[in-house]
């Protein structure tokens, strides 16, 4: 099972990348340096995965823009995610690589999967440019994504890690916060009155 702040499991599989029509292999480590947003879902061909993916493909240029590649695994073969891309209205749209986990080995690395169905959890992790779990949200398989949330969060995240703490001074993303925000400082010592 991963956690937040420590390093994200390696994996080597296969992936579809739809705007190329080719199957290619692919490790985490590829990434290294850029940040990673792996998107999981139960199963292609079906509803609220396909909403997922269109979700996530409406952001993938705003995420690209901000250094960010999306992941989109489950426990499908490629010629499923290829075959689902060439037949979903939503699933077409995509341009970011559909991983396959038939072997259910990144999902049970990083904890995400369902022991009952042998399905993949419905989830996101983001990972930072240095290969650390920064996020982590599970979901109900029948509850969609948020990824207007989700990107707000990479945002938030990505400021934090380019601003690190300092001897004298931190910053901290309060509750509600959206992209052009300011962040809180907080000064040290501080007065907790402030908060």
């Not at 916060?177 to 000064?187: A, C, R, S």
């Amino acid at each position: 099972m991963i956690e937040v702040g420590k390093e994200a499991p390696e994996f080597e599989a296969r992936a579809y990348f739809p705007k190329e029509q080719k199957i290619k292999t692919i490790k985490l480590s590829d990434y290294k340096g850029k940040w990673v947003i792996l998107t999981f879902h139960p199963a292609d061909f079906t509803f609220v995965c396909a909403t997922d993916l269109e979700a996530f493909t409406n952001y993938y240029e705003k995420f690209k823009k901000e250094g960010a590649e999306i992941l989109a695994i489950s426990v499908d073969s490629v010629f499923s995610h290829k075959v689902w891309v060439e037949t979903s209205p939503r699933v077409k749209k995509v341009q970011y690589p559909l991983v396959e986990d038939i072997k259910r080995e990144i999902s049970t690395k990083y904890g995400f999967l369902n022991e009952k169905t042998g399905l993949t959890k419905r989830g996101t992790v983001i990972i930072n440019p240095d290969s650390i779990v920064e996020y982590i949200a599970v979901f109900n398989d029948r509850l969609g994504k948020d990824v207007n949330h989700i990107y707000n969060s990479f945002i938030a995240l990505k400021h934090l890690y380019q601003n690190p703490p300092t001897p004298e001074e931190f910053e901290i993303i309060p509750a509600g916060w959206k992209e052009g925000d300011e962040p809180l400082k907080v000064k040290i010592p501080f007065d907790i009155g402030k908060f």
